[in-house]
């Protein structure tokens, strides 16, 4: 499966635990999105930096959920986490690619955590 620039969302639907939103492609691509994996992988500046050295690594988000989505123009959509981040705009061709490269990505992340001894748990109050 490629990632077409050209690939058009047909369906987004946050499902009812607010823990997953399905992003359905034109092409015949789904993806199932889990909450925590969106807010780890944010496009946000404060999550990407503004070079790839600057990237931070955010942790303990296991249980986060998205509380709402908002369309951005007609190439994006912009997500409310329940920890109140909303600054990350995800575009088309960013869903596209978290959902075709998920496994890699989501590997990438759990190595960088334990090599930062870092949790996917929320912080104990």
Do not use: C
């Not at 994996?37 to 249980?63: C, D, F, I, M, W």
């Not at 981040?85 to 190595?111: A, M, V």
């Amino acid at each position: 499966m490629t990632a077409p620039a050209e690939a058009w969302p047909i369906e987004l639907r946050l499902h009812k635990d607010r823990r997953t939103l399905t992003v359905a492609f034109d092409d015949g691509a789904r993806f199932d999105l889990p909450a925590e994996y969106l807010r780890v992988n944010s496009p946000s500046a404060e999550v990407q930096g503004h070079s790839p050295a600057e990237r931070v690594t955010v942790p303990g988000k296991r249980n986060v959920e998205i509380i709402e989505v908002l369309q951005v123009g007609n190439y994006a959509v912009r997500l409310v986490f329940d920890d109140m981040h909303s600054t990350g705009i995800y575009d088309w061709p960013n869903l596209y690619r978290l959902g075709r490269d998920r496994d890699s990505i989501w590997q990438g992340y759990l190595d960088e955590l334990a090599a930062k001894g870092l949790s996917r748990e929320p912080a104990k109050r």
